[in-house]
């Protein structure tokens, strides 16, 4: 059965539908956002979900190296996305210079930038128009997937963002909403100490780190460090402006 959400949008005028989705929303009573932070917590915290939601992040990850080679007038050939929460992105240009640093450097900073944007949007009370951004970002990078895992992972999330958007009335949107941005301002910052931990036993020896190591010659200890101090300078930005202190 088609919601009334559903229906009101459906029978909306252009002007009406503009208005719902660049206009602003109820902002949600304290205990939802406390509660969807608590929600997002428990999907980064233990190991066993982690494994799973950590699937979120990477499209974050790898959709930040692509849109920023994008940006900085790289050729894109694809995003893979793979099963052990793993991805490459691929690009082609200059093998050095400020367009590859730029890259290379978005994929861990990446998530946490976007849920520092998307606390933004919500502190402004634009909850509809955040995901309908996050929806068109998703479409477009689908186009660039190129392995049916991609492809399942980033359609399946592209959904969720749509439907809730489309099917649901102010109180769900506002959940769905404020659960996913705490969930990238919390899970941006675990995969910088995941990378800190996999150098300390000589693992990762091609991460993001170490190529902006080989491209700057700053060491890659540096270059961890800017991970962590994005992801938690987000977290705290991000957090003060979803609680409203």
Known sequence: MISTASRALAASSPAELWDRVFGTQPVPDDWLVIATAVVALAAVGPHPVWRVSRNA???????????????????????????????????????????????A?????????????????????????????????????????????????????????????????????????????????????????ELQSKRRHGGAPDSDADQLSRLTHVPAVLWLFLFHAVSLCSLIGGGTWLLGL
């Open 105 to 193: 450097a978005a994929g861990y900073t990446a998530p946490s930038l976007l849920g520092l944007g998307g606390a933004w949007l919500l502190a402004a009370h634009h909850i509809t128009l955040l995901l309908w951004l996050a929806t068109a970002l998703l479409l477009a990078m689908l186009v660039m997937i190129r392995n049916a895992y991609g492809a399942l992972t980033v359609v399946v999330t592209g959904a969720a963002f749509l439907l809730i958007s489309w099917l649901t009335g102010p109180t769900t949107q506002a959940a769905f909403a404020y659960a996913a941005v705490w969930f990238l301002l919390l899970g941006g910052v675990r995969p910088a100490f």
């Open 57 to 103: 992040v990477t499209i974050a990850h790898e959709g930040g190296h692509g849109l920023v080679a994008l940006l900085t007038g790289r050729r894109l050939d694809g995003i893979r996305l793979h099963s052990d929460t793993s991805g490459l992105t691929v690009s082609r240009g200059r093998p050095t210079g400020i367009g590859m640093i730029l890259t």
